[in-house]
């Protein structure tokens, strides 16, 4: 919840003060960019992770016993957003602009809960920052191991890093909507790859990797693609007027 508050306060406002959208609006994309974040995220977890479901027929819909994929947390809570978006006649690429900044943020805070929980650690590590994990909570096989990689730390520290980019190069630079929504999502997963390749908890491999590598890799490659796509267009409608109101 802090989280939200924290992403609508900084997003929202950034949206709002474009003149284009009222908070009304902010607040309705809100609501339904939530509810279709946590569908597309535990459908992300389900189609990744199915042997970690409860043994029951509910179990795909488990979320109090945890698993809910962040890719597919963005993806539905943007698709959402953007459809209420629409509807209300606003202009959705520089929606996903104004709030990209916001999301990191959000993704930041949202991290603090893999420490209160002692998950998604790394691998052992002697370093003076290592994570020192109970017993009950370390990964199988590393159970004579006390300290960890607290990679969800790094992730932390690297979405705050990516929230304050985002704001600097969204100011001093003109980008064309929503080119700058999709720098944001290939600066995350640029250093999500990394992060990923800490990580010991259980996931499915392809080709010797994890799947989220994978999928960290495809989706930059994809994202820095739209970036240059996006920009490349807006020189070749240089002079119109910015959309930003600015």
Request: a positive charge.
């Amino acid at each position: 919840m802090v989280a939200i508050a924290a992403a609508v306060a900084l997003g929202g406002g950034r949206w709002v003060r474009t003149g284009q959208v009222s908070w009304e609006l902010v607040f309705r994309v809100t609501v339904w960019g939530v509810l279709w974040g946590v569908v597309g995220a535990r459908l992300y977890h389900v189609s990744t992770s199915w042997d970690q479901l409860p043994d029951a027929w509910w179990g795909f819909a488990a979320i109090w016993q945890g698993g809910l994929g962040i890719w597919g947390a963005i993806l539905g809570g943007v698709l959402g957003g953007a459809v209420v978006a629409r509807r209300a006649g606003a202009n959705v690429g520089l929606g996903m602009d104004m709030v990209a900044p916001g999301l990191a943020l959000a993704q930041a805070i949202g991290r603090l809960g893999n420490w209160f929980n002692q998950e998604l650690y790394g691998r052992p590590t002697a370093l003076p920052w290592g994570l020192r994990i109970d017993p009950e909570h370390r990964a199988a096989g590393y159970l004579s191991a006390t300290t960890f990689q607290p990679t969800f730390l790094y992730e932390l520290l690297w979405n705050l890093a990516v929230c304050g980019t985002l704001l600097v190069v969204g100011r001093r630079w003109r980008f064309r909507p929503p080119a700058l929504f999709f720098l944001y999502v290939a600066l995350y997963t640029f250093g999500r790859f990394w992060f990923e390749l800490l990580r010991i908890d259980p996931a499915h491999h392809v080709l010797g990797l994890r799947v989220n590598v994978w999928v960290a890799l495809l989706v930059f490659g994809g994202s820095v693609a739209l970036v240059l796509r996006f920009q490349r267009r807006g020189s070749e409608h240089a002079g119109e007027p910015d959309p930003r109101g600015e």
